[in-house]
């Protein structure tokens, strides 16, 4: 994939989510009376607009994307004509300041849960949530799991793919407990299995919690044969071919692809001899696998890829789906334990519990609207779902600048009856945009060290 096909999906979704965003701030303020002079996707200056509307509203597309916003009539940005001032922003009730403020978030939680609501309603192709056989001394072997345990159920909760699966532990791993696994063996038999995770933390943001676990995904025993070769590479340089057959590689019998690729990882930049079938006879050939590094590893690669077995397998996937009723269920619990995750996430941060290092800046937001653009509609529309509640959450913080800041400060003047001082106010939104440019400079080099790191 190139550059655009990282940027377009992310324009487009960063689009989209905040154009939902600043329309929840302008429907609310035009309910409650109030004018609005601009809405405008992006800061800077204007590279498109155009007035529409009774109260002739500038509308603008702005040359730097990262944002947005709504400009509403208000005595604190200029002067307001006496006809004008029950019209202007400052001049409403702290309540209805209140609803114009928290709009733009909740506009946000409220996409999400149309997206999720659509594709529970439409229905998604997943993989099922089997698990392969558990390696020696992890938790999920001391647990007893089973090559082919397909989970039915986590906690006594109906688990039915394999990202709710993920979803579920990686909850559950917050709270550090015993989880009880429903699962089905391959003998047709449901048991129990208990996965202690006591000892598990979502510190580093690199890591894979459920693979740490011992619990990994299922697959069915893949012929080694080969589908594509990848030119100039050492599988090329050989002269591998598609549809070639490993029969022998290292000196030793093959029978599935998994132990091609354990074996050609082994011998990174050194011989190895293998013998396949071709057209009806065996051909012997020596392989000298490229040299790659992986988390500081060295492994060897031949640049061939499987001839993969039919999508659809019923033994791997399953269509996911819900009525019109239960999948706004289902969309609504999916948006809430997202919005709590993020906020148990943050908390963590905050205590040092959880790292830095989770926090994501726009590159690596940018790399996985990429990677879900790459594998369909339904996994792009999750990410869009996903990054609109992430969004909706960030907004909500109480920090002076974002308008869970603005919101706090209409609590306290509910509270104390009146307004806070303006002096207060800059100060707070000083201390704001502070925050807010370390948060940003953090993500950003979170962004670099994951390019550098690979």
């Known amino acids: 994939m190139n550059l655009f096909d990282y940027l377009i999906p992310f324009l487009l979704a960063l689009g989209l989510l905040i154009l939902v965003h600043e329309l929840g701030h302008y429907l609310i303020a035009r309910l409650c009376g109030v004018k609005v002079l601009r809405f405008s996707i992006g ?34 940005e200029g002067a307001v004509a006496p006809g004008e ?19 733009g978030p909740l506009a946000n939680l409220l996409l999400a849960v149309v997206l999720y609501w659509g594709l529970f309603v439409g229905g998604t192709q997943e993989l099922k949530p089997r698990l392969a056989a558990a390696e020696a001394s992890t938790i999920a072997a001391l647990a007893g799991v089973q090559e082919g345990d397909l989970v039915l159920e986590v906690d006594d909760e109906p688990v039915r793919s394999w990202p709710e699966l993920r979803w579920a532990l990686l909850q559950h791993a917050l709270d550090a407990r015993e989880v009880k696994l ?25 890591r894979d919690v459920i693979a740490d676990l011992g619990l990994k995904l299922w697959r069915p025993p893949i012929d080694p044969v080969i589908g594509k070769v990848i030119d100039g590479a ?23 692809w998994v132990e091609v690729v354990e074996r050609v990882r082994e011998h990174a930049g050194t011989s190895l001899p293998a013998e396949i079938f071709r057209l009806g006879k065996e051909v012997s ?122 919101l706090l400060y209409y609590v306290i003047e509910i509270i ?8 207060i106010m800059e100060v707070g939104q000083q201390i704001g945009l502070i925050l807010l440019a370390m948060l940003m400079a953090f993500a950003f080099y979170n962004d670099i060290n994951r390019l550098i790191s690979g």
């Open 85 to 103: 001032l029950h019209r202007a922003f400052n001049r409403q009730h702290v309540l209805r300041r209140f609803a114009i403020v928290a709009a």
């Open 182 to 206: 429903r699962v089905r063996t391959l003998a047709d038999v449901e048991t129990d299995r208990h996965i202690d995770l006591s000892g598990t933390h979502i510190e580093d943001g690199e």
């Open 416 to 423: 104390k009856g009146g307004p806070i001082p303006e002096r």
């Open 285 to 406: 050939v020596t392989l000298v696998p490229d040299v790659a590094e992986e988390q500081g590893r060295r492994v060897g690669k031949i640049g061939v890829a499987v001839a993969e077995p039919a999508a659809g397998d019923d033994s791997v996937f399953v269509i996911v789906h819900y009525g019109p009723a239960e999948g706004l269920g289902k969309a609504l619990k999916q948006t809430w334990e997202t919005s709590t995750l993020s906020l148990k996430m943050i908390g963590r941060m905050l205590t040092g519990e959880v790292s830095w290092r989770n926090l994501s800046g726009p590159v690596t937001i940018a790399d996985y609207a990429g990677q879900s653009a790459k594998l369909g509609l339904g996994h792009y529309l999750k990410f869009i779902a996903l990054i609109s509640i992430s969004l909706g959450v960030l907004n909500l913080l109480p920090i002076p600048v974002l308008d869970g800041g603005h």
């Open 234 to 256: 050492a599988g090329s340089r050989a002269g591998l071919l598609p549809g070639d057959r490993f029969v022998m590689l290292g000196g030793k019998p093959v029978t599935s």
């Open 43 to 76: 800061f800077g200056r204007p590279l498109v607009r155009w007035t529409a509307g009774a109260d002739s509203t500038e509308w603008a597309l702005a040359a730097f994307p990262l944002g947005g916003y709504v400009k509403m009539l208000d005595e604190r």
